[in-house]
Structures are given as C-alpha cells and as structure tokens.
C-alpha cells in the first residue's frame, strides 16, 4: 500500500478551516467599512470596488490559466480580498485605467510572480498601492471629501486628510493647536468624517471588523494590539515631549491607514510571522517605522511602507523565532 504525502506552500493552520472559508471570513469582515465607504463617498466607492475586485479575478484567472497554466484557484476567494484591499487603500475618485493597473501590479507581479498564494513575500494589494502612489502620485492623493452618497465620481471636491494638514502645517512653522482647529474633531474621524483613501476613514467601522476576526478566530490580537500599542506609545512620548511640535497618540490612531492596515494588511497569513513572539516582534517594528516616516520622513503616511518593509523580515522570523519542540528537554536552573 502507497502513502501518498501532500506539501503544500504556506499557510498552513492545522483544523478544518480551507483558504476559502477564511478568506469568506476576511470579506464579511470588510463590509462594514465596505458600506460605510460608499455612504461617505457614493458611486465613486462603488465604481472603484468593483473595478479593483473584478479586474484581480481577471487577471488572476487569465494568467493561471494562459500564462501558468495551472489549476485556476479564483475561487478560494484570494484575489477578491486583495480587490477589497486595493480599493480601501486608494482615494475614491481615482481614474479606473489607474485602478486596473494597480490591480495587475498586486496580482501579475506581487502574487503571482512568486507562484500565487502562499507564496508571495509581500501583501499584493499594499504593493499595488505603493507602485500606484509612486506612479501617479497627483491621482493617488487627490482625496474626495466624504459628503455622502451623492458624492460625483468624477467631480468630486477633494481636500487633504488630517495627516496631510498636519505634514505641511508643521512644516511651515505652524503649531499643533493651531493645525486642530483645521481638523475633524477625533469623534468625527472615528466615524468616518475625514478625507482619506476609502477604506481608512471609519475606524467605528474597522473595529467592528477586527472585532468579528477575533471572535471567529480568523485572526488573534497580537499584531493589531502590538502596532496600535507601539504606535500609542511611540507618539505619546513625543507628545509628552513637545505637544506643538506633535500630535497626540489618538489622532495618530484614528487616521491614515493604521487601523487598516493593523486589522486587515499585517495580518495576512502568508506575510505575517506564524507564531506570537514573532508577531509581537512584527507587530512593533510596524508601529515604530510608521511613526518615524509620519514625523520624520518626506511622506505623511508611513503605514503601507512599514508593513512592506517588515513582510521583508517574516522569512527570518520564521527561522530563528520558532516554539519548542515537541519532546525537546526543558533545562532547569
């Protein structure tokens, strides 16, 4: 009698969950911010959704299937969570050819370059965004201001985000309680009345996703919990320091693309560590580099780049952070 042993690429989660049943999870974890997304900018988050979500289906389909020419795999529902992914992460006015090429970039060279699923080193859709906002940054940081579901796609009256005042308002000699005064109120960003890529902008509605992962054990709490926690601590001390020089840890919280990309980019099963120290470890170098590259670098926003920078990490973590073995001697004294 033969045994036939099966290997397949990470991830690998030892349970009755499949990559389809998660990745369904994922999607359901993202219509909150889905529907608050498209209450705040209308037709725009509509149109750019679908575009990005049908576009990755496409291109993934027509290179595994011409180009691999292997099994076609659109339906474990991968290629739709980086679709989402790709939306929230840019402004809700941009052009549709701009979207179709971000969509290409995250599958045809992020993903499946490496193979596909399970073996991509960099989150698809975070290395979408970047190669857009590098590419086109006029379009991709023309921000539509959330004035409901009327909202033009086209036309929209666009203004900056709160990180953006905050950038150029320090930076040409303003004080922080002066630049606040510009600013939504931190009730109103957390729900939702800011600028800012689509996906990003209701932290109410981010929570209630990441609240859904925990419970359904999608995910666990020490990515989210170790950047949201070094980045509060990290700007709370520069706060302490000098609070007209820099913003408090809330406002850093609650805007750009922190909660987003704590809940739904670092968490990524095929980017992220797979056991908890290295999570942690993982978790805090993220929190610590976004807030360098927000307060001391060209850019406002710094999370994307953070995570593509410690995704880079994660095969070394791997290595070198790993649990006991099973049966190995535990030395006392």
Known sequence: MSITLDVSPSPHLFGKDTTRKLMIGVIIALLPSLVTSIYYFGLGAIIVTLTAVVSCLLFEFVIQ????????????????????????????????????????????????????????????ALVGRVFLLISFPVQMTSWPVPTGFATSYADAVTGATPLGILKEGLKNGESVSQLMEQIPSHMQMFYGRMGGSMGEVAAAALLIGLIYMLVSKII??????????????????????????????????????????????????????????????????????????????????????????????????????????????????
Request: charged letters at 10%; aromatic letters at 10%; hydrophobic letters at 50%.
């Open 220 to 333: 666990t709490w020490h990515i989210p919990v170790s950047i949201i926690g070094s980045i509060a601590v990290f700007t709370a001390i520069l706060w302490l320091i000098n609070p007209e020089k820099n913003a408090d840890p809330l406002f850093h919280i609650l805007t750009g693309g922190v909660l987003l990309g704590a809940i739904f980019m670092a968490t990524d099963y095929v980017t992220s560590p797979m056991v908890p120290k290295a999570m942690i470890i993982y978790g805090i170098g993220i929190g610590i580099l976004t807030v360098v590259i927000r307060v001391y670098g060209a850019y406002p926003e710094g999370v994307s780049f953070a995570i593509l920078i410690m995704n880079a990490f994660v095969p070394l973590m791997n290595s070198y952070i790993k649990p006991k073995r099973f049966g190995e001697e535990v030395k006392n004294g």
């Open 65 to 124: 299937k011409y180009i691999i020419r292997g099994a076609v795999t659109i339906t474990d529902g991968s290629a739709i969570v980086t679709g989402l992914l790709l939306a929230f992460n840019v402004p809700s006015n941009l052009p549709v050819i701009v979207i179709i090429i971000g969509s290409l970039v995250s599958i045809g060279i992020a993903k499946m370059t490496f193979g596909g699923l399970g073996n991509n080193p960099f989150n698809p």
